[in-house]
DNA sequence: ACAAAAGTGTTCTGTCTACACCCATGC
DNA sequence: GCATGGGTGTAGACAGAACACTTTTGT
């Protein structure tokens, strides 16, 4: 199966992309995982992806591969790392460009098997056993949105279009592993001006329900060309 | 020369490595440039850089160009970028995945042509016409650089071993096209507790000269694995 | 003695942190 | 009326910004 061939005199590895889509639900960050059926790997889990065409870029190659296999389209996408050892795919020479999502889970209400039959959310404390050197691209990828979450309104993505601060702080809380004090925390994304109140709550819960906000991203694009920088 | 080349069914572009290599002299940021010999783009430059071989990853290939094309090693190197696009290069598909380095150029002191003929070093102001999309990979490396200098000690990488604290500030200055305070800038750098005094300093100027310090390389490792954050 | 850049300390201001009580809702 | 989580304000600590004069050296 393995052939060589050259242009320029070099060998030419097949190039790929892969993409750890993030989802938040419940209190728990997840990914969406799909479970390969044939070999190299099989029964182990692995991120959505696939073969780069000759008549698409990397970037369209890993939002066809998310349409094809999860149905998602539209949502927050964005070039990781590009992985190119030696040895990483049984198969041969594989040059991997990974790629991250951010999918509000509960409004897009995806679930497993839309297109793939054996895809699942995981919380990222419980992932299976990954296929190739994918755990090394989740580590990258939960390692950015880590980093990038403080200082771009990476969060909103995660949620649903309309949220509450409290749901919010939840969210920062989880990916950020750290405790946020609930009055300095509304202060501080409040005074960005970048939420829309839409006086209207939460009803149907035992307690007062919170207000609902949505983020302002025509706002944000403005104020960021003007040398504004978001951070929590 | 261009022929199709299947492994699971999907063509194979080449792959190949470029190298953004930045240096600080004079008071100006550089960028090192070869000028290109043949076709395409002949007489334009561009970065060094070239194909990815079959027994060497990604990050082997980069520091092995380096190596080739302009004689430096055991520098900073770090991925920056896979640039993808379907017409990027007119001779068919090549895939790069850029990186960018940081040179201590007045201590290595290399000097234009040192392997390459036509290696050349280019104020950031003043860059000629380059080559495929090097502008395109020019523009993400400056912008890597700015954003990172500021949260991680990539200033050192670019300054001879010793150094004075007005050199590191004009340094900053430059990079970040900002001006900072001559005292507040001491106060914090000294702070970190990373700079080593040599008690020694320069000579033979017609003013006070300054004194050198080098960066605590050690130190700076224990602590950033003990949570914490260098930043200017 | 003078020109040129290095070195040094203090005050002010604004931001981040810590913290306790009342409010609305469903059962 | 009680349990649950939402919403609010203030005082103290701390870090960043602003700022002027003295020191060293070569000519």
Redesign the pocket.
Known sequence: METKNYCYEYPRPSVTTDCVIFGFDNGELKILLIERGIEPCKGKWAFPGGFMRENENSDECAKRELREETGLQDIFIEQLFTFADVDRDPRGRVVTIAYYALVKLTQYNIQAGDDADNAKWFPISQIPPLAFDHDRILRMAINRLRGKIRYQPLGFELLPERF???ELQNLYETVLEIKL????F???ILATGLLIDHNE?I?????????LYSFDEGKYQQLSNTGFNFEI
């Open positions: 509450t601060i409290p004090d609930r009055r300095n509304r202060k501080k709550s009803k149907g819960q035992p307690h007062k329900g919170a207000n």
